[in-house]
């Protein structure tokens, strides 16, 4: 593993800003970003009956071992800077996890009821594994008790209130130099986008920039009242340790 990079891991559940954190990313002169790396491996070991499944699994390896590897292996295009976005119900049991021990694994969470409220436009059904967020909170612990460190937290809200301060601090943290280009993108889809971006990425493609939402949440319906309940404890517990802007 190549000790002069950055490589950060940003851990999130689905319907947050993660992608809008992997175009800020990329925005950088220095940087290469990597989509969603263990979906394929995810839809395959799981059969769930996602958009474009049978694609994915298709185009992607599968096997998640080589792309652990690949995570803490040479950086495609020798960039300095590696940013991840990884989904944490993406992580499944059976997967080995020391080789996280190469990549500053960081949190990005959101109020579970605009989360819910965004996923069951895009998919109906929904479990609180689907969500990610017991899953997120184990790596975290792990993390935490790996390093003997609090683990990076970055409330999405926060960031879209103050993307200059919350980059800036996240860049500090993560030892890197803040580059005003993480501030806005030109809009459109990427080649570094996966083949999911077609079903999921319609708003991001349309932004240029992190842009706080002027309207309210659409209500979570009744019989995912129970289940917002479920998931709630789990943002609770990670967002005391979340970044305050610089």
């Known amino acids: 593993m190549m000790q002069d990079v950055a490589r950060i891991a940003m851990w999130s559940g689905p319907r947050n800003i993660s992608t809008a954190m992997m175009r800020s990313f990329e925005n950088r002169a220095d940087a290469v970003v990597w989509d969603e790396p263990f979906y ?7 059969g769930l009956d996602h958009a474009m499944a049978d694609e994915i699994i298709a185009a992607y390896e599968n096997d998640w071992r080589k792309v652990a590897d ?56 929904v479990t609180l594994e689907d969500l990610g967020l017991p899953q997120q909170q184990r790596l975290f612990e792990w993390t935490h ?42 809009a459109g889809r990427r080649n570094s986008d996966g083949l999911w971006a077609a079903h999921w990425y319609g708003a991001v493609e349309k932004s240029t920039g992190f842009v706080a939402s002027r309207r309210a949440a659409n209500p979570v319906p009744d019989h995912l009242q129970e289940l917002l309940a479920s998931a709630r404890p789990y943002y609770d517990a990670l967002r005391p340790y979340r970044l305050a802007p610089d």
């Open 40 to 46: 394929a491996h995810y839809l395959a070991e799981t």
């Open 70 to 125: 690949k995570a803490v292996g040479p950086v495609p295009g020798g960039g300095a800077v590696f940013y991840q976005k990884h989904m944490t119900h993406h992580l499944l049991p059976h997967m080995a996890m020391d080789w996280l021990d190469g990549l500053m694994n960081a949190f990005l969470i959101r109020d579970p009821a605009r989360v819910l409220a965004s996923y069951i436009e895009k998919r109906a059904q």
């Open 145 to 186: 008790e790996r390093t003997g460190k609090v683990p990076l937290v970055l409330e999405s809200d926060d960031v879209l209130a103050n993307p200059e301060g919350m980059l800036r601090a996240l860049c500090r943290r993560t030892g890197i130099a803040f580059d005003s280009a993480m501030l806005s993108w030109p």
